[in-house]
């Protein structure tokens, strides 16, 4: 039980951040191990009390990883993050490359979509006509 002004902050397990994100166990602490998010705030026995700071950045990393930021990419925003205000620069830098790197992941798939759309309309054509052409 947690005392003081803790007692009205919004606490979860990990079983139910896991939940609530739609993430494995395993996951949430790789993610902590490697540094994607800061250290959990624990329990007096040791386990794992995510308070609301926690949650947000759990939040952030699902985010990002959903958009396809690479683990390593987040270790070393979270680096950053931790030294200061003086690194503000080098973690826009940071997620403009992200960004920069997700385009071009969806320039791929814009290109397949439009193979797929294609070939959809050649079948549908022939479902119309019963000739199958590939103009």
């Known amino acids: 039980m947690h005392q003081g002004a803790k007692e009205n902050k919004k606490t979860m397990t990990i079983k139910e951040v896991c939940a609530q994100y739609n993430l494995k166990p395993d996951t949430l602490r790789y993610y902590e191990r490697v540094g994607v998010i800061p250290e959990v705030t624990r329990t007096a026995g040791g386990i794992r009390d995510y308070q609301e700071d926690d949650i947000r950045w759990v939040e952030k990393a699902v985010c990002m990883r959903n958009a396809g930021v690479p683990v390593e990419m987040l270790v070393e925003y979270m680096r950053l993050f931790q030294q200061g205000d003086e690194t503000i620069e080098a973690r826009a830098n940071l997620l403009k490359e992200a960004r920069t790197q997700i385009l071009e992941v969806r320039k791929k798939y814009d290109a397949a979509l439009e193979r797929l759309d294609y ?17």
Not at 119 to 135: D, H, N, P, Q
């Open 119 to 135: 070939k959809i309309s050649r079948y549908e054509k022939a479902m119309e006509t019963g000739v199958l052409t590939w103009e």
